[in-house]
């Protein structure tokens, strides 16, 4: 009999966003695939979970996915999960996924926490209809992308890091003058908090803040006004 490939949501931040059902699954797999075992370490620690940890990252993947293949045929369970919300968004993953599948192996989701939904929910913008872009393409096609967005009717959905958020910023104002945007920052976290506004008013909001952390940013969809 194969083994099965369970897709484990974890937290985005505060650690006690996890199911019932991730911890179960965590504890009765035989490997965990993640992306750092230094940052997953803490969340098994936390619910005492005693599991080998396999790093299986953007690098790495390729390489692993014909031993993690062959063990699952075997008859051996593994559940990849991220740094933190659900694999394989804007994640490493779906390679294995697809090949899993390829395989004839189950692929289970234990569904969870994901940051883009939880933007969502709080942004008060139109969520019947969205675009998740997930990170910009950081240099080539960057502005292509940005200039195809523009023209987008539904809300649209793009994650940042701290290094790069005042550049997205100032291409908001650029490229979506009239659209009413949250940014929010550091979701579940100790130092959760959302700014909202037009464009050129968040860029005045965002000098006055020193800006560390994972953002989401949710932009309303081109005919919502306030």
């Known amino acids: 009999m194969t083994g099965k490939l369970y897709i484990v949501s974890t937290p985005i931040g505060n650690l006690k966003d996890i199911t019932l059902r991730a911890i179960e699954t965590l504890n009765e797999v035989d490997f965990i695939l993640c992306e750092d075992t230094r940052v997953s370490s803490i969340l098994l620690k936390q619910y005492n979970i005693i599991k080998q940890l396999i790093s299986f990252n953007a690098v790495s993947e390729i390489k692993k996915i014909p031993t993690i293949i062959e063990r699952l045929q075997n008859g051996q369970s593994y559940a990849l999960i991220s740094d933190s919300g659900t694999p394989t968004i804007s994640d490493p993953g779906i390679r294995l996924v697809s090949e899993a599948i390829k395989n004839g192996i189950e692929v289970i989701s234990i569904p969870g926490a994901t940051a883009l939904i939880a933007a969502l929910t709080i942004s008060g913008l139109p969520t019947d209809s969205f675009v998740f872009e997930g990170f910009l393409p950081q240099k080539k ?73 994972e953002f989401v940013v949710v932009i309303a969809s081109k005919d919502w006004k306030v």
């Open 141 to 213: 096609g960057r502005q292509k992308k940005l200039g195809e967005l523009s023209e987008e009717k539904r809300t649209i959905v793009l994650y940042e890091s701290s290094h790069r958020i005042e550049k997205l910023i100032d291409e908001l104002v650029q490229y979506f003058p009239a659209r009413y945007v949250v940014v929010c920052r550091e979701l579940t976290k100790k130092f959760e908090e959302s700014w909202r506004g037009y464009p050129t008013k968040l860029k005045e909001k965002l000098n006055e803040k020193i800006i560390k952390g």
